[in-house]
């Protein structure tokens, strides 16, 4: 007798021989890694987008070298020499202890710093532009009225700055979304690798890298609406006053 193939939602369902947790667990850690890696890349970008419109000159040049860099090469390269380098490392430090043999790269850690350092070029850019964007007559108005620097900045360039660099912020929030699927080659069981493993058991792949594609778009929806719902918040005062 011909076996009869299980339906699809029995497949990705939650019974005994359904995919449905595993699918889940998998795309919170897809959600982990891409929230915790854009954080991370928040945090760079903002360092080296201050670095790049700094006034000195040792700064500026550190800060192209890093946009340059990070977005010229490949981001699958990246993350390989993290995995493989910080193995490399670790091992040199363990044998100074008398350990022996390979000690692997914690995969969360290899994914999230290699996207955060990836992003952080791209957000870095993006708040450059942000910030080169902002009317220059509401920082001399700060200036005028005695602000302090941090005071103006923590009042009236921070604000306009992200402002201005949401959507830019947003777009990269979708690229740190898809390079999630670039951690899979360490062995991190995210969503594409969770697609993979199962597609392998049942030999249904169509299936599951179908769900993939669901579950990525479902994601992106989700953030979309987010991201929009946090601009038009930013742009309240300002539809306000026209």
Same mark, same amino acid.
């Given at each position: 007798m011909i076996p009869v193939?299980?339906?699809?939602?029995a497949l990705i369902g939650f019974g005994a021989d359904g995919w449905g947790r595993a699918l889940l667990i998998?795309?919170?850690?897809?959600?982990?890694?891409?929230?915790?890696?854009?954080?991370?890349?928040?945090a760079i970008g903002s360092l080296i987008a201050w670095a790049k419109l700094s006034g000195s000159f040792v700064l500026r040049r550190i800060g192209t070298a890093y946009t340059t860099v990070l977005r010229g090469?490949?981001?699958?390269?990246?993350?390989?020499?993290? %995995?493989?380098?910080?193995?490399?490392?670790?091992?040199?430090?363990?044998g100074f202890f008398g350990a022996d043999g390979f000690i692997g790269m914690p995969a969360f850690v290899t994914g999230v710093l290699a996207?955060?350092?990836?992003?952080g070029a791209y957000q870095a850019e993006v708040l450059r532009g942000a910030f080169l964007a902002t009317p220059r007559g509401e920082i001399e108005a700060a200036k005028a009225v005695g602000m302090r620097n941090w005071t103006a900045f923590r009042r009236i360039i921070a604000p306009l700055v992200l402002r201005l660099a949401l959507p830019g912020i947003g777009n990269t929030w979708q690229l740190v979304l898809k390079e999630t699927a670039l951690i899979s080659v360490t062995g991190l069981?995210?969503?594409?690798?969770?697609?993979?493993?199962?597609a392998g058991s049942t030999r249904r792949?169509?299936?599951? %890298?179908?769900?993939?594609?669901?579950?990525?778009?479902?994601?992106t929806w989700i953030s979309t609406l987010l991201?929009?719902?946090?601009?038009?918040?930013?742009?309240?005062?300002?539809r306000r006053s026209i």
């Open positions: 193939q299980e339906s699809y939602f998998a795309t919170g850690m897809t959600c982990a890694v891409a929230v915790a890696g854009f954080l991370l890349g928040s090469i490949p981001d699958l390269l990246v993350i390989y020499l993290f %995995y493989f380098g910080g193995s490399a490392a670790l091992g040199t430090v363990a996207i955060g350092i990836v992003s069981v995210e969503l594409l690798r969770q697609s993979q493993i199962a792949p169509f299936e599951f %890298y179908l769900t993939a594609i669901l579950l990525y778009l479902a994601i991201f929009r719902r946090a601009e038009a918040r930013t742009m309240l005062g300002v």
